[in-house]
């Protein structure tokens, strides 16, 4: 897995304290250490040994540290501090192998070693891994709490500050969250802090001067092995570039440029092993802090594999438990009850600490059974209230009322089940879950009430749309002068009418006087607004009403019967009339009127468009009334059709009409040629005084008139069988073509029948002769 020569392993210091400057001068050769300028970081690991600290850095930085034999027992197998390349991690990144602390080979009394290398690894290192087991957070000694208490004073007497990421890697981590572990954490750190007494210098300067704070946890090696690859892999990740911007040690101080990091790191180390004032906590205060928490990990362990609890907790996940807090406090009682025999006799203040951080635990364990308990009591009092709520409805009583009785008796239910789930050891507080189930209720209540206020409106909103849409409609198309007094009429009534059965249907919701009358005025708002769309329909397409009033008017008389232009008839009358029907109905539609008829737009119209004489010239546009884009008294929110759009609407309604008009002056014309087919009398008189002689000569050979017929049949059977008229419609030379090719044909054609008729007529005039 690891490749020797890119790791580069070499022992910096050795179990005695001895600094190998020859050995790091030939390390800082191998890996090209002085050619990176400041463009390197270096990476330590602290923690108790055999804690996996050097299998961690292996997986997570592939060197190849030597490793603890599981098989062989625990024991040292790091001794002084080893220092390694980072394999494959850009920028060139150096990581250093301490010695475990709290070694057994060392013993009590010779701690010097363990706090001179930890002091060591916070000064020369831009990130620290502090390896600790996920089982020793809070414990004083094994979570590195006095020491790190130490190194954080000699630190800050010894150098200036330097920007230190330090990374705890919880091992082993357990089903607790990292969210509830690192708080924990973070919170001893800062207590550390604030307890070391400082030099004058430093008496208000922050923890995060120093160091950034990271926390991350992995998973068992021995365990879960996979699962601790993937997580080392991904934190692996968070190393690459770690002195950019941003990253890890992106914020770092104080770097020693490459080429000085060995004379720095030897009068470093020099200067630590000088100082002799680093120090333990007392004896009788870690063994208490050791067995009380042996203790209680071994309560909390037999809690959490108690058959009872699993049993109940097991129980509350699908259902109610009657009793639960009842039965929980016993099973705590006995727990707590069983610590306290135990540690009887250790110092009485990590005693107490200790137990409370088992409560805590404790509590922190059950904690989720109580808000499922909690959660289902929540439940049940919304289900039985939304019963009850429903019921209450149907039986016809009054929304408010129903809704506010339903609530109170099922919140009292609510408080007597939460009192049964009450757990004595614990001071939680039920009034949140409470507001909440009294909340969800509201809401609950809240969306009844918008939908059975909407079912509401919509309901007399259809009724009046089915009201006033279609007679609004028919009263628009048959426009006249009490269009829109007969429209008001209808608004008012229907409007008024909905309006007193609306206000009776919600009585029974006990709103507030102004909620009330917002509702009423959106439903007469509405009203409003479908009269107000209808007319804004039947003036969008006013120009064809138009036209459809004045064909309808214009080719019917007063029975409405079809007119028969018989040449009798007043045409200019008739259109006038048509004209003026049309144009009261443009000015029906030129504006809504709810509010009255106080404008002058039909008489505008009249004087302008029918009666344009009185009017002055064209020319002068100052004076044209409908050369403007609003009407007089008429606000822009009530106009339909503006003066302008009037004129224009009215030009082109005449253009679109004349061709009407027209056709009935032709058809008039034609029916009175058609009844006067003769000649005018002096063209009688012309033809009998000039025709005088050829007719006398008719009279005297009648041959001539047997002629002229024959003719006059012959002629009229090629016009028929040329079809002559059709033949010209496409044209005079088409035609021409057309008769000439079909000429000849069609006379063989006739002589032909007319051989074939006269061989039938004689055919039986002979037959009586031969017999």
């Known amino acids: 897995m690891v490749d020797p020569a890119a790791c580069c392993s070499t022992h910096l210091i050795d179990g005695d304290g001895t600094f190998d400057a020859t050995g790091l ?35 997570l930085f592939h060197t190849n540290f030597r490793e603890m034999d599981a098989f062989k027992g625990r024991s040292q197998t790091t001794k002084g501090i ?34 001179q290398s930890a002091l060591f690894a916070l000064a020369v290192s831009d990130i620290v891994l502090i390896n600790m087991w996920c089982h020793d957070i809070g414990r004083e000694h094994a979570a590195n709490k006095p020491l790190l208490k130490t190194v954080f004073q000699v630190m ?35 207590k550390i802090w604030d307890s070391v007494p400082k030099p004058e210098a430093h008496k208000e300067t922050p923890l995060s001067t120093f160091f950034n704070i990271e926390v991350v946890a992995l998973s068992s090696f021995e365990e879960k092995e996979e699962q601790f690859k993937e997580q080392v892999a991904n934190l692996r990740q968070r190393f690459y570039h770690s002195i950019a911007p941003g990253g890890l040690a992106g914020d770092r101080q104080g770097v020693v440029p490459a080429s000085g990091f060995s ?5 470093i180390w020099k200067v630590i092993k000088e100082n002799r004032d680093l120090d333990l906590p007392a004896h009788k205060v870690m063994v208490a802090t050791v067995r009380c928490e042996e203790i209680a990990n071994e309560k909390y362990c037999a809690f959490a594999a108690n058959k009872e609890w699993c049993e109940l907790e097991e129980t509350v996940k699908a259902e109610l438990v009657p009793d639960f807090g009842k039965r929980l406090s016993a099973i705590l009682d006995t727990c707590f009850a069983g610590y306290d025999d135990e540690t009887t006799f250790f110092e009485e203040g990590v005693r107490t600490c200790k137990r409370k951080q088992m409560e805590d635990k404790l509590l922190q364990l059950v904690q989720p059974a109580y808000k499922a308990t909690l959660e289902h009591i929540k439940s049940e009092t919304i289900e039985k209230f939304n019963k009850a709520f429903e019921s209450a409805l149907n039986e016809g009583q009054g929304f408010a009322v129903a809704a506010r009785d339903c609530k109170t008796s099922t919140m009292k239910l609510f408080d007597h089940q939460s009192e049964g789930a009450i757990i004595k050891q614990a001071d939680w507080d039920t009034s949140k879950i409470r507001e909440k189930c009294s909340n969800d209720i509201d809401a609950h209540i809240a969306d009844i009430r918008n939908t059975k206020m909407t079912d509401l409106s919509t309901l007399y909103e259809s009724k009046l749309k089915e009201a006033l849409y279609g007679p609004v409609e028919t009263l628009l198309e048959a426009t006249n002068d009490d269009t829109w007094p007969a429209i008001r009429k209808l608004y008012k009534r229907e409007t008024q009418t909905a309006i007193t059965e609306c206000a009776a249907a919600l009585t029974g919701y006990e709103m507030k006087e102004e909620c009330k009358k917002e509702f009423l005025n959106k439903l007469e708002n509405h009203a409003k607004d479908i009269v107000e769309q209808k007319a804004k329909e039947e003036a969008g397409r006013v120009l064809s009403l138009m036209k459809e009033r004045f064909v309808s008017i214009f080719n019917h008389d007063s029975d409405q019967m079809p007119r028969v232009w018989t040449g009798k008839e007043d045409i200019r009358a008739i259109t006038k009339t048509a004209r003026a029907s049309s144009l009261k109905l443009l000015s029906v539609l030129a504006a809504i009127r709810l509010d009255g008829d106080g404008d002058k737009i039909a008489d505008v119209l009249v004087l302008a468009l029918l009666d344009p004489t009185k009017v002055a010239p064209k020319s002068s546009s100052a004076n044209d009334p409908l050369a403007s884009s609003t009407w007089d008294k008429v606000p822009a929110a009530r106009t339909l059709i503006t003066p302008v759009q009037c004129k224009s609407l009215w030009c082109q309604f005449q253009k679109e009409t004349e061709y009407t008009v027209t056709q009935a002056i032709s058809s008039q014309e034609a029916n009175k040629r058609s009844s006067n087919w003769l000649p005018p009398p002096w063209a009688i008189a012309a033809l009998f005084v000039l025709g005088f002689n050829e007719f006398m000569t008719l009279l005297r050979n009648p041959l001539y008139l047997i002629m002229i017929f024959v003719s006059y049949l012959l002629l009229k059977a090629l016009w028929v069988q040329l079809d002559i008229g059709a033949e010209f419609r496409h044209g005079f030379l088409t035609g021409i073509l057309s008769i000439s090719a079909k000429f000849l044909p069609t006379i063989f054609n006739l002589m032909r029948k007319l051989s074939e008729q006269g061989q039938r007529t004689a055919g039986p005039e002979t037959r009586p002769h031969s017999s």
Request: glycine letters at 6%; charged letters at 30%.
């Open 25 to 59: 001068d030939k390390f800082m050769k191998e890996v090209k250490l002085n050619e990176c300028g400041l463009s390197y970081a270096v990476v330590s690991i602290m923690g108790p040994q055999s804690s996996g600290k050097s299998t961690l850095l292996n997986y």
């Open 82 to 115: 080893w220092m390694a390349r980072c394999a494959g991690i850009e920028p060139c990144t150096i990581v250093m192998d301490l010695e475990g602390t709290d070694g057994r080979e060392r013993g009590e009394d010779d701690t010097a070693f363990e706090k």
């Open 156 to 190: 800050m007497r010894l150098f200036s500050p330097r920007k230190t990421t330090l990374i705890f890697v919880i091992r082993d981590k357990t089903r607790t969250p990292l969210e509830n572990l690192e708080p924990v954490l973070r919170e001893d750190i800062q």
């Open 263 to 267: 004379f720095s790191a030897e009068q």
